[in-house]
């Protein structure tokens, strides 16, 4: 199933802005979260997680926000550089006995210099 | 040092053969996942193994084989390869806290 999915196919921004990306998920019973990376060619690559008894976290130039009530999820990357360029995968895990993750459909970062 | 690795990165078939992926992980780690990503690159889980143990099977086809001989690897035998089966392929392994780590893919093209 496609639970988890994401607003904008591509979002477009030029080096130095900020971006958001953002995530709408269906399960109330989620609780834990987590975005991934995916340049072309390779694996999706683990950025940040948050668990539902969160509502921010945050990491070196990345922050995601968490809000239960509307069941959105969101992923905001300062100072986009061309190097953050990639897919990026909402994700969500409903228990944690090792349980897969389901997948949001992506939204594909351009950065222009 | 490569975490999760998978051979062969490329794999190129005709229909109805039969053929294997490898995935290997040095972590550490107790679970290990088998993802599909179709053209659109929707990721989907196919399986997961707990310490060698098959605890998730999600509506594969039987054509699809997982196999742990242990913990560190986790193989993919497809038998009878169908177009349909185009596509990249996903190994990922994770430890308790639910964090995986995937591997850098197979990509899998049957003609």
């Known amino acids: 199933g496609e639970n988890v999915g994401l607003h904008l196919p591509t979002l477009s921004v030029q080096e130095g802005d900020n971006s958001i990306i953002n995530c709408a998920y269906s399960?109330?019973?989620?609780?834990?979260f987590i975005w991934y990376k995916q340049e072309s060619g390779k694996g999706p690559q683990f950025i940040i997680d948050?668990?539902?008894?969160?509502d921010k976290r945050q990491g070196q130039r990345v922050t995601v926000l968490l809000n239960k009530t509307v069941k959105h999820l969101s992923l905001q990357i300062a100072a986009t550089q061309p190097g953050d360029s990639a897919v990026y995968f909402c994700?969500?895990?409903?228990?944690?006995?090792?349980?897969?993750?389901?997948f949001g459909k992506g939204t594909t970062l351009s950065v222009s210099s | 040092d490569t975490a999760v690795s998978q051979t062969p990165k490329y794999l190129v078939t005709q229909m109805g053969n039969d053929k294997s992926i490898k995935c290997e992980q040095n972590?550490?780690?107790?679970?290990m996942y088998w993802y599909k990503q179709d053209s659109k690159k929707f990721l989907k889980i196919m399986f997961s193994?707990?310490?060698?143990?098959?605890?998730i099977n999600e509506t594969v086809p039987n054509r699809f084989s997982p196999k742990s001989p242990d913990k560190a690897h986790l193989n993919l035998h497809i038998n009878s390869l169908e177009l349909g089966d185009s596509a990249v392929y996903f190994c990922?392994?994770?430890?308790?806290?639910?964090?995986?780590?995937f591997g850098p893919g197979t990509r899998l093209l049957v003609l």
């Open positions: 399960n109330s019973a989620s609780d834990y």
């Open positions: 193994y707990n310490n060698k143990e098959l605890i």
């Open positions: 948050i668990r539902s008894n969160m």
């Open positions: 972590l550490g780690h107790d679970t």
């Open positions: 994700a969500e895990i409903i228990n944690q006995a090792g349980t897969a993750l389901i």
């Open positions: 990922a392994s994770s430890q308790r806290d639910a964090t995986q780590y």
